[in-house]
């Protein structure tokens, strides 16, 4: 290992892959949870609340103590996926995780049974810990349906729904795709062509997005089965399980409400016109009187090459985090100190990047390439922020109150992309890096708010119209398509003919059970970008309310997470102040470029 290589170091979990340890940790935990299912299964209707309080606290042992062994795995395949002993190692803990997983699955269908049955357990002061677990639990309740059916749906789902997930992914990875790359014709894989999206070279850019999106289009009706089935699936599916509407299940995962969905939506709609106040101004910035739909998220032309070491950027995310508050900037360091990140990219490792916390540890461990550019840069500041939620919230609260819901998830970490984001304007001396530093944030956040919230009107489109009756063919949904889409972009883009089918390419379409995946990306943005409006405005005195917000995990729903800040999330004007702050971005990109 060259000195210069930043590879993280798991000993304190176990020594290695091949460590006795863990296979004795395997034995351990299977035999905790044999024991746990032979005292508990079919015997949770009948606890009271101190005896259901000491099963939880059972079941979490189990729990934490499993998750030691599947993030040990998880984490040593994914720095080194081509190793035997680490593909062993993660086969044999998969399996372990699936195994128990059964075994235990009564668990969660007795106890929401029994919360649903007896609500004032919900009240008890012994369960004080597991209020909002055991709400969330009863909450699904309703929605379930008998053992058996459960059953079926998941047999009809693997070789049904599933299917289509898996025949669209082999569709995209089977194909090669024709794009001139800086004037050479080149054969590329759905992951090179889509990975020059955002090439610097227009003509590029071009030729890619055109290769890809002429393939699918061709193939248009076969996609078009596939999300018309998906879709009437669905819709079936709610009926069985009494959703009051096709987004119900989503609401329930994430923790959150209708109306306040709604109110999202519709302030995202009353707004367009300040992204498109953007798109107009990088039109500008790129010397072009309209934007093509492939300089959306370009780079601009002529833009400096922003270089970071791994050392600078390790400097510049923990001067950012310490420039909120010494003691938050803690947990950062401790990453760092202790060798808990896998920074340098490598044949093997996984692609993309992820933070996974060890709640045993009271800790976390990150994953990157980094390849000291801008991006990776923001990528490490925003990774360190799970790691900083983690940090907080494995302190105060027991594992069942550590699944927090997408919509929370990613307080810290854009969080720290904000406090990052006002360092290096701080401390960029040119206008030309802060117009960088300005469209990047503008770029990334305007599409999260803007251009996913089409895809959320997109897909409400299709369940009503298919509620309408209307048959769905290609041309028809390109048609629900194109309508989300303007709605967010009016007249700033223009549009290749082949992006028609883009919505072909979004694996989650295809996903089952899983519908809604968009709107909780918008909700986390705005959310966390209402949270810094009340720091700039408040200072020092909002840095404990942050810190409390993180401590609290999930054992508060995220309205009363708000709360902490002083917010009322279900108040319908409430996301407008996140809007603030994207447009606050927008203001000072104007006045550097008239
Ligand atoms: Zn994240």
Redesign the pocket.
Known sequence: MAESEVVWDLSEIFLSPTDPCVQRAMEEVTVLAENFASKYRGKIGTLRAEGLAKCLQEYEGYLARLRDITLFAELSFSANMTLPETQALHDKAMKLETKLGKLLAFFELELGRLVYDKPELLADPALANYKHFLERLRRRVPHQLSETEEKLIIDKDQFGICAWEEFQAKWLNTRMFEVTVEGEKKLLPFGAAYGLFSHPDRATRESAYKAVFSLVGKDGEVFASAFRNICNDWLTVCEWRKYSSPMEASLIENDTDQQTIENLLKTVEENVGIYQRYLRLKAKLMGLPKLGCHDIIAPLPNAPDMKFTFEQAKDLVIRAYESFDEEYAYPVKDIFRRRHIDATPRYGKQHGAF?AGWYNGKTAYVLQSFNGRLNDLYTLA??L??ATHDYYCFRSQTILNTRIPLVI??TA??FGELLLTDLLLKETKTDMEKKVILCRILDGAGRVIFSVTARAWFEQSIYEAIKRGEYLNHEAICRHWVKARDKAYGDTVEWFNEMLSEWSITPHYYMANFRFYNYPYVYAQLFVYALYQKYLQEGKAFVPKMKQMLSAGASLPPAEIAKIAGYDITAGNFWQIGIRQYEYFLKQLEKITK
């Open positions: 933070c925003h990774e922020g799970h998830a990613e970490s854009i």
